[in-house]
């Protein structure tokens, strides 16, 4: 059996701004330890996996800075989206490269820049998940057991229908779930069936292709156009011709939430998703006000704060719940509260034409 992995890194981090930019964007950052978010997740993966069965979507602006902290991975393993789509165009585009290259194969399919502290039993998660996966219709995905009532998260409801494999329980799927309210994740949370979605699958590229031909039959005619290009020399002129007109559609929406046939693994591991700023307070170590402080920081009577110097020194005095991060050029200032609306700093940032901030 021939397992591959597809690591989803074409995204911009926006929530993680200003730190992370269009030209370094969050999965090339070092936010936790002292390798990048994708350094991390290559060497997680490499427990299980060979770096030439590994693969990365990511976008022509990012190739190069891929290639310079990967050196090890082929280079033929970047696949370049000509544009931004979603995860659905994503994953269709790596499944016909990869089963060109590795027919009958399994795939890992995962974002770039999650961060997993028990890599042992993630590795023993995802043997298990790809044993399952075997069958010609069924796919896997990792549920994250909750700790809170996350609202910035999707979330996965099993049924009772479970089995043991490999000492870990397995769940027939119910259903997806959009982000929810607060009431409604505290009632999640209050269950033993709902879990956080962590967009990592598992599945046979036969199987993701069948799906795909199914339930987005008009991806999977613009995928088998540029699959017969794939002999021929303008094979690249092809993809960037044809990936523009697949439908901008994440990969639950078009095919998970459609599918009977789906299992969930229950995983505690020491995962988080990294979103926002508020996520170093999960991440780090806070000193006895609560505060996550890095770099030239002096504070009095400072609490519950995330700061973050480039250098300069930051005072501060009687304030708290707040996140304050400086750059070269940029220092934002925002409650906790707010942290995940950065994005809205973003588009205010591109209606005054201030893109050199973005």
Known sequence: MTITAVIMAGGKGERFWPKSRTNLPKQFLNISGNKSMIQQTIARLEKLIDISQIFIVTNELYAELMHVQLPTLPLENI????????????????????EEKFPNSTMVVLPSD??????EGFIKILQ???????????MVTLGIKPTYPETGYGYIESTNEMEMINDLEVYKVNKFVEKPDLNTAQGYLATESFFWNSGIFIWKTSVIRKYIQELMPDMHDILET????FETSNRNDVIRAEFPKMPDQSIDYGIMEK??????????????DVGSWTALDRINER???GNVIKGNILNLDTKRCIIESNGKLIATLGIE???????????????KEKAQEVKLLLKELRMQKLDKYL
């Open 114 to 119: 999650h961060i997993i502290e028990n890599e």
């Open 321 to 335: 719940d707040l996140i304050i991060v400086d750059t070269e050029d940029v220092t934002l200032i925002c409650t």
């Open 226 to 229: 540029m699959k017969k290009a």
């Open 287 to 289: 000193d006895e006000n």
């Open 79 to 98: 696949i370049i989206e000509p544009i931004g789509r979603n995860t659905a165009p994503c994953v269709g585009l790596a499944s016909l490269i990869i």
């Open 259 to 272: 599918v009977d046939n789906i299992y969930v693994i229950p995983c505690i591991f020491g995962w988080d």
């Open 128 to 138: 298990t998940a790809v044993e399952v996966s075997q069958d010609d219709s069924s």
